[in-house]
């Protein structure tokens, strides 16, 4: 029958004598790892390894890594213990317990303000929430653990320290690039990729926007209408 292969006769080839012998094989395998090593240990600075921990990858100015509180000029939690990073958290990993601010200006502060490391996704949701920008992630990927309890990361964990961002550096933040306190001056001026049929008028205002009209992509894609028509 066409379009199917018979298996069943088919025998594994015979060992010649040498491959039943195994030490030849074992030989010829062991002087492919030796030319490896040898090539590598010459070529040292091409190498795709890194030595960690004593070399470390420099990750993105973006990176998702361990939260920090951010403090305000007097050492006091910025989070104002709104939830609202609680609720955006798609893992549920947060726990926060409010308590009422001795300085009314701040109405509430974090009691309690847990992440438990172990369920985090590492998504930056809870940073986009901030209404604050009271947490920030770093570049801190080193988190191992020995017990469940060791993940759960409690405010004095979490606190920013200058210790902290001297070795790792900032991560995600709001308003990147930047020191991420303030918005980008030009924060008006960022292109926006307007409607289909703003374009033409935008285009006689004399604004510059990239040619979309022509090529495939969804942005071309014709829509329910014009399908209809
Ligand atoms: S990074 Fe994502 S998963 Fe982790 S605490 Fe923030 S919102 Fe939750
Ligand atoms: S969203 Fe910001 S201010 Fe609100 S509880 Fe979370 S960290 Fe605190």
Request: glycine letters at 6%.
């Amino acid at each position: 029958m066409s379009g199917v292969i018979d298996v069943s006769r088919k025998v594994p080839p015979k060992l010649t004598l040498a491959q039943r012998l195994y030490l030849p094989e074992i030989l010829r395998g062991m002087s492919v790892t030796v030319r490896h090593l040898a090539r590598n240990l010459a070529n040292m600075k091409r190498l795709p390894t890194i030595l960690y921990p004593e070399q470390k990858r420099g990750y993105s100015e973006r990176f998702r890594g361990k939260h920090i509180l951010k403090t305000r000029e007097d050492g006091s939690l910025k989070c104002v213990a709104c939830y609202m990073c609680q609720q955006a958290c798609p893992a549920e990993c947060i726990t926060i317990v409010a308590g009422e601010h001795p300085k009314i200006a701040y109405e509430k502060y974090p009691v309690v303000f847990d992440i438990d490391m172990l369920r985090c996704v590492f998504c930056g949701f809870c940073v986009d929430a901030c209404p604050k920008d009271a947490i920030w992630m770093t570049r801190n990927d080193q988190m191992a653990f020995f017990t469940r309890e060791d993940a759960v990361f409690s405010i004095d964990r979490l606190r920013e320290t200058k210790e902290e961002i001297a070795e790792h550096g900032y991560g995600y933040r709001p308003y990147y690039p930047g020191d991420g306190t303030t918005p980008p001056s030009d924060a008006s001026l960022l292109p926006v990729i307007p409607g289909t049929g703003e374009r033409d008028r935008l285009r006689e205002e004399g604004v510059k926007l990239p040619d979309r009209d022509l090529g495939a992509g969804p942005l071309n894609a014709p829509s329910q209408a014009q399908k209809a028509s």
